[in-house]
């Protein structure tokens, strides 16, 4: 089998797209970027050049990784996306695992899919529309798939002193509200309050101001 046809398109990001056909009629669509690396040289492929089987799977491979990667684009264009999320609905979509791995791997690379940026952002949103704790907010975002390691960061980065007590009196208003208008100086209560996150400086704060 030979390379019937070959163009050639650099993009902004850098990689190339090539777009090849074969003498049996198939036609590829790809990025280079996910091309085995023995086969990934500038002009490895060129018209009339004959392919091994080992060529060809690599450019199925290839041309199969980056129709992952224009649906993960779609998926992105619409809503950010954690890593774990965008996998499942790639798969979902009857995308082979191998060539999601790869597509979502090298989206991560680019920043495009960022689980960190997706918790900070998550974290901002739920500030404004609900009343829960660090320890629920961490909680939930490793259900959706972030690491604790990074959800506990992002966390600490957005919940600023202000932020933090502001956050502190919601979450005692909404779920103590009894025990925080009767009860002020419980240990129970700011035990409580501590394992579900708050910081010993924002219990301070929250005693002093009462």
């Given amino acids: 089998m030979v390379v019937a046809s070959l ?12 777009r090849i056909g074969l003498s049996d009629g198939s036609l ?14 500038d002009g490895y492929f060129s018209p009339n050049k004959e392919i ?20 993960a684009l779609r998926l992105v264009a619409r809503a950010e996306q954690t890593r774990a999320g965008i996998t499942r609905k790639l798969e979902q979509r009857g995308h082979g695992s191998s ?10 690379d680019l920043e ?8 900070e952002r998550w974290i ?27 959800a506990k960061s992002a966390c600490k980065a957005i919940l600023d002193f202000e932020k933090e007590t502001n956050l502190l009196q919601k979450f005692i208003s909404k779920r103590h509200p009894l025990t925080a208008n009767s009860f002020r100086e419980d240990r129970f209560l700011k035990g409580q309050l501590k394992r579900e996150g708050f910081s010993n400086q924002a219990l301070e704060w929250y005693w002093e101001d009462q």
């Fill in 7 to 18: 163009k050639t398109t650099e993009t902004k990001a850098g990689p190339v797209i090539l």
């Fill in 28 to 41: 590829f669509s790809l990025n280079s970027v996910y091309l085995l690396h023995p086969f990934q040289g």
């Fill in 52 to 71: 091994s089987p080992e060529e060809e799977t690599s450019l199925r491979f290839a041309a199969d990784c980056f129709r992952a990667e224009r649906a």
């Fill in 99 to 108: 060539q999601v791995r790869a597509a979502v791997s090298y989206l991560t």
């Fill in 112 to 119: 495009i899919v960022d689980d960190r940026r997706f918790a």
């Fill in 124 to 150: 901002q949103s739920r500030l404004y529309r609900g009343a829960d704790s660090p320890l629920r907010l961490v909680t939930a975002l490793c259900q959706r798939g972030i690491s604790r390691e990074i």
